[in-house]
């Protein structure tokens, strides 16, 4: 391995979120305190990447999605309520709406004009919404800005379309679904919320996005995966109440179709009462939905008619999953936690309803014949404690089916007692493993076989464990595997290291520089 360049991102202030690169392009994103910032780099000649573009918005990065040649960034920006005007040079009041600045519009920091900035009625948010997009095969054309008194919280973008979630608690009144009540709102923060989903469409297209419509549901969403737009129907699964509420508090899972004005066309409700989702994944005419609270039932639903949607089957196994990952389309991949449930002889007991968490489990589902889901094969890794980043980043998932491979940063704990040591108790499944191991398990998946460990590469030394914290790694913490023809690659924070993708050999490793310390940027 050499390195062909270096792009100084040091010398930009500012620390990197998320990389997009084709053939032409490498557009980074990155961010300090009250600031979002985008570079384009032409890095068609690799060994020497020249930046073209440059653009800069004030707000908290929340997203960003690149679609074709256009890259949408999306970003929270607060209202600074005490202070309704800055005060420029020589103490001139400036405007205090959200400021950008674009390369193609020479650089210049601009306020955007409180005229151009829309509000959504009945959005209590003191916050602006800033929707920026750009076309990077038109390096000519300025920033595309939208602006809305609002909030985002969770994103979803089709080819089509893009969609922000936001979390609506408090008194009001919501149109849930025509020919229903409108529903009143509470929040008790004691007991848990009632609470509902507000969904705004932006229509997207070459670097521009316009508002389209508004939708509210019940209850609330856990991630981007609880949205899916398929055959111009928006799906979104939600969870309502408390899990530890009873009676009207209860919890309980829902499934909603949406037409393109946002309007509820179809549901499912009062799914697996007491408990929430953990997962769902949305594959075409059908979707997948994980709830917990003790036991890991996998609901198949039937979305084929948006009208009507329907449980087709479910299947209920001890443990969790945090993601499913489709394997093709009779398969589902889940990684999460194995669990057991909590002893009689504790004070949980067994009438509790409480389950304790063990090592990480990775499972292969079938679901060839929806109405009877069949869990396939299983891999406990590990004891309690044990996590991985896949569980809170999909990201952090390499996985190729036409190569039968799986692998996923793992950190390992493991309950270590010499066996039949005088005066040592059996290990309980409430304890925690001590830490062992962080880095790549490279799996063989195939649906003969199930998962078979290939391997696992560490970026560690001996002499590293010792010394490791809690989380273990450090600057050599394996976050990320990729494979680029027949090499296999794993990344840290201070090092790549490349291995044969046949028989993991190691081939060459590259020490990376300490990144650099990001200064911050006073909020103006």
Request: aromatic share 10%; hydrophobic share 35%; proline share 8%.
């Amino acid at each position: 391995m050499r390195v062909a360049a270096v792009i100084d991102l040091a010398g930009e202030d500012l620390q990197p979120l998320e990389l997009y690169v084709d053939d032409r392009y490498l557009a980074v994103i990155g961010a300090w305190p009250g600031t979002v910032k985008l570079m384009v780099y032409d890095v068609s000649d690799r060994e020497k990447p020249r930046k073209v573009r440059e653009a800069e918005v004030e707000g908290a990065y929340l997203s960003s999605r690149k679609i074709g040649s256009a890259l949408y960034l999306v970003a929270n920006r607060p209202v600074y309520q005490a202070l309704l005007q800055r005060q420029g040079p020589g103490g001139t009041p400036e405007p205090s709406a959200p400021r950008y600045r674009d390369s193609a519009l020479g650089g210049r920091l601009v306020a955007v004009p409180y005229g151009e900035i829309r509000y959504f009625p009945g959005s209590p948010d003191p916050n602006y919404l800033v929707i920026a997009g750009l076309d990077l095969d038109r390096p000519e054309q300025p920033l595309h800005l939208s602006t809305y008194l609002s909030a985002g919280q969770t994103i979803y973008a089709s080819q089509e379309n893009l969609y922000v979630a936001v979390t609506r608690y408090g008194q009001g009144e919501a149109p849930f679904a025509e020919g229903r009540p409108r529903a009143t709102l509470r929040w008790d923060p004691g007991q848990g919320a009632d609470a509902s989903t507000v969904v705004y469409r932006f229509a997207l297209g070459g670097g521009r996005v316009g508002y389209r419509a508004r939708g509210e549901v019940p209850g609330v969403i856990l991630n981007q995966f609880s949205m899916d737009e398929y055959d111009g129907h928006l799906r979104i699964a939600t969870t309502v109440g408390d899990v530890w509420g009873s009676g009207a508090r209860a919890s309980r899972n829902n499934l909603y179709v949406l037409d393109q004005d946002m309007r509820v066309i179809g549901r499912i409700e009062d799914i697996a009462p007491g408990e929430r989702i953990y997962s769902a994944r949305f594959m075409g005419d059908r979707a997948y939905m994980v709830t917990f609270k003790r036991v890991d039932p996998l609901f198949v639903l039937d979305l084929k008619d948006p009208r009507q949607p329907r449980i087709l089957g479910k299947l209920k196994i001890p443990g969790y999953s945090d993601y499913l990952h489709p394997y093709d389309e009779n398969h589902i991949i889940g990684f999460g936690k194995d669990t057991i449930e909590a002893p009689p002889d504790t004070p949980w007991g067994k009438d509790a309803a409480v389950a304790f968490y063990q090592g990480l489990k990775v499972a292969l589902f079938d679901v060839t014949d929806p109405t009877r889901p069949v869990e396939l094969f299983k891999e406990v890794i590990g004891d309690r404690g044990t996590d991985s980043d896949l569980l809170h980043n999909h990201k952090a998932l390499l996985f190729s089916r036409e190569k039968g491979l799986l692998a996923f940063p793992v950190t390992l704990r493991e309950i270590r007692r010499p066996d039949g040591a005088a005066g040592q108790a059996a290990p309980s499944k409430m304890e925690y493993g001590q830490f062992t191991f962080q880095g790549l398990y490279v799996y063989r998946l195939d649906l003969a076989n199930g998962f078979q460990l290939r391997g696992r590469i560490t970026h560690m030394t001996p002499e590293d464990y010792p010394k490791a914290g809690y989380e273990g790694g450090g600057e050599r913490r394996v976050e990320r595997g990729l494979y680029i023809g027949d090499t296999l690659y794993t990344l840290s924070r201070g090092m790549i290291q490349a291995h044969d993708l046949g028989d993991l050999r190691e081939k060459g490793r590259l020490a990376l520089p300490p990144g650099p310390d990001v200064k911050p940027m006073p909020v103006p």
